[in-house]
């Protein structure tokens, strides 16, 4: 399956989730909302530093979603890779495997 299909299916799993727990879900936007607006911090950066963590907790499609979000803030290629390499310097080798599967993700939903 390639990333734009997960990505999709990952968006129609929500969907299905947020159907079954509206007020859960708009707490969670909520939430979500006020940390990407407002602060020291530009969306961007706030996007690199989900992503890092996604990486972290080896979450494939939060880091689909947030590589996603970065593709709109303009980020680039270069700095998506610098990034990657402190997850990786930060987190060793399972770091390092799940970096490649956000480059490759970027690679394909940016083609």
Request: charged content about 25%; proline content about 3%; some cysteine.
């Amino acid at each position: 399956m390639s990333w734009t299909e997960k990505l999709d299916q990952t968006r129609a799993g929500l969907r299905v989730l947020n159907t079954a727990i509206p007020e859960t879900a708009r707490g969670f936007g909520a939430l979500s909302k006020a940390a990407k607006q407002g602060g020291a911090l530009d969306l961007k950066t706030k996007e690199f530093v989900a992503l890092a963590i996604a990486i972290a907790d080896r979450c494939e499609p939060c880091i689909m979603l947030h590589v996603d979000a970065l593709q709109k803030t303009g980020a680039s290629r270069e700095e998506l890779a610098d990034v990657l390499g402190m997850c990786i310097q930060m987190g060793g080798g399972p770091s390092m495997m799940y970096a490649a599967k956000a480059l490759e993700c970027w690679d394909e939903l940016t083609a």
